[in-house]
């Protein structure tokens, strides 16, 4: 592609700079308003300067690519709502043989986790967890959270979903999800490996010897009710249950919460008080049993339904259905299936990296346009040709380069090959 007009080429370059260093330096000393606005900014340069009509600008941004990011969002909500991310912190401390045992479980699991929850969404709810259980055990924490960071980043390069700049190369390509994931799965488990053996020879002496002791995050998820056989008992039970049963539905809903709770302490105090109709407390021990089962069944059941709703996406994106309408209809299956209003769930989708994106596509469809990517791609691209070693090198270190220092989201983006 030729370079646009010299007045073009400076407003542009002008645009997507501010972009640049907004989205590099979100808290520049100059104009600390971070990336999402910082993006919005370069958007609304490239139109008001005239580099692209609003026609142009609207259609530059990729819905396909929202509606993914959008519907992968809502999925992992509900997967984490139904203790997903539990199981895997169970997975980390079960038999663990240490902390250098440790340091290769969160390897894997969050290499694991992050094909198919992305790379965002495995670190947000793993860095918690690693983190208490660094504290238990008297672990340093930076080895188990350099481990997270890097697994969970190795992880997400061999799925399509795995990371955006992944569906922007997939949406833009046209390569199904099974051919990126079996084209990718090999390298991803080599790096897995050597990023493991490296952390360990890294931290080798600060790992100690001692035994891993599973945290209290999993533990209080645990409920083994005694039994019942007196009114001391009983109340030593119902005040068992609050480290358990509320612990496992958090969300204050009609599977547990406020209601739950409240009438869980009316049964217990009517039973302690002799206020039921048999006359004796121990009466009332029966009917919570039974509510409990009720409530734990109910929650079984939508556990499962989530789960096979989640294994319902993966088999359609490996039959290669539209990804994007895929993960939307996977998304509205959930919020249907939840059966209760949505919006609280729907409230924890970062809307802001859908509008970073949306600015994203118009600032670098703005630069496209003034020729500078296509202009420097013509200068290299005979020392980047894909059937020779050294070409293969050349691009992958140009690809490298613009992803630290660009950004690789820009860089998938750009339309250099």
């Keep these: 592609m030729d370079l646009a007009p010299p007045l073009v080429v400076v407003l542009g370059s002008i645009a997507f700079a501010v972009f640049w260093v907004l989205a590099v330096f979100p808290t520049a000393p100059f104009l600390p308003i971070g990336r999402t606005a910082g993006s919005l900014l370069g958007a609304t340069l490239m139109v008001i300067l005239k580099v692209l009509s609003p026609e142009e600008a609207y259609s530059s941004?990729?819905?396909q690519i929202l509606g993914l990011l959008f519907g992968t969002m809502v999925l992992s909500i509900y997967l984490e709502k139904a203790d997903v991310f539990k199981y895997l912190t169970i997975l980390l401390t079960w038999k663990s043989r240490g902390a250098k045992d440790l340091l290769c479980r969160i390897c894997v699991v969050a290499a694991i986790s992050s094909i198919f929850f992305t790379n965002d969404t495995s670190c947000v709810f793993l860095t918690e967890f690693v983190l208490k259980l660094a504290r238990r055990n008297n672990f340093p924490p930076h080895p188990f959270l350099l481990a997270l960071a890097s697994s969970a980043n190795i992880g997400s390069s061999a799925s399509s979903i795995g990371n955006p700049?992944?569906?922007?190369?997939?949406?833009?390509?046209?390569?199904?999800f099974l051919g990126f994931l079996l084209g990718l799965l090999p390298a991803m488990l080599v790096g897995m490996v050597v990023n493991t053996l490296i952390l360990l020879c890294m931290f080798w002496k600060?790992?100690?010897?001692e035994e891993c002791l599973v945290t209290e995050y999993v533990s209080s998820h645990e409920i083994s009710p005694p039994a019942i056989s007196n009114q001391s008992s009983s109340q030593e039970w119902y005040f068992s249950l609050e480290a358990g049963v509320e612990q496992s539905f958090p969300n204050k809903d009609g599977l547990g919460g406020d209601e739950f709770s409240r009438m869980r302490e009316e049964n217990y105090w009517k039973g302690v008080n002799g206020n039921t109709e048999g006359g004796s407390g121990d009466h009332v021990i029966p009917l919570e049993e039974k509510e409990?089962?009720?409530v734990r069944w109910k929650r079984l059941l939508w556990k499962t339904g989530v789960y096979l709703v989640t294994i319902g996406m993966l088999i359609a994106l490996l039959m290669n259905y539209n990804m994007s309408w895929t993960a939307l209809s996977a998304a509205v299956a959930l919020t249907v299936l939840d059966f209760k209003d949505a919006r609280p769930c729907l409230e924890k989708v970062s809307y802001s990296i859908l509008i970073f994106f949306s600015g994203m596509f118009i600032t670098v469809e703005g630069f496209n346009r003034t020729g500078i990517p296509g202009t420097l791609w013509n200068i290299m691209e005979h020392h980047a040709q894909l059937n020779s070693i050294s070409g293969l090198v050349v691009l992958s270190l140009v690809i490298l380069v613009l992803s630290n220092v660009v950004s690789n989201v820009p860089t998938g983006t750009s339309k250099l090959v």
């Design 61 to 63: 941004i990729d819905l």
């Design 165 to 176: 700049q992944n569906l922007i190369i997939v949406t833009e390509s046209n390569i199904s």
């Design 206 to 209: 600060d790992l100690g010897e």
């Design 292 to 294: 409990i089962s009720d």
